[in-house]
């Protein structure tokens, strides 16, 4: 019969089969090891946990094991630039022999200040990039959702995401 190496006890022989400690609270404390959890996906149901084992590591580092919502909320591609007519170009819809003067072009409206910190902003992007949702990175920066909401999208126009 096996015995438990802390103690010397016998163990019993379908718990030999696994382990080779007894059942006693010493024992336990003393031989029984954790496991390392991942969290690889999230949603409002629940969260989609895993343990962290070599094949895990793999599967993560390869791309295999992602965030489902990062496609939905915000694309870490930047939106394509619109395309510019050249120099000189008539503006689209006006005949080429038309006698009415041309528009004059509007000055570009000056960006409005924003309400949040440069320091703000960065951790938002890092925690967004992480696949916090926006709740969730709000209370880590003391903000309110929108306004981290706000602060994604406004990365996200100036192609920083």
Known sequence: MDKCITCGADLHPERA????????????????KGLTMVAVGMNKAADELM???DR???DLASGKLRDQRRGSFVTSAPAPPAPRPAPGAMPAGK???????????????????VPWTAKQERLALLYNEQG??????????G????LVTQIVLAAKNRGKL
């Not at 696994?18 to 031989?31: T, V």
């Open 51 to 53: 343990i962290f084992d």
């Open 56 to 58: 895990t590591r793999e």
């Open 132 to 141: 916090l949702r926006p709740a969730e990175i709000a209370e880590k920066l």
């Open 95 to 113: 005949p080429a022999g038309s006698t009415r003067p041309a528009r004059k072009s509007r000055p570009a409206p000056r960006p409005k200040p």
């Open 143 to 146: 903000v309110s959702s929108y």
């Open 17 to 32: 089969k696994k382990y080779n400690y007894c059942m006693s609270r010493e024992c336990q404390e003393k031989n029984a």
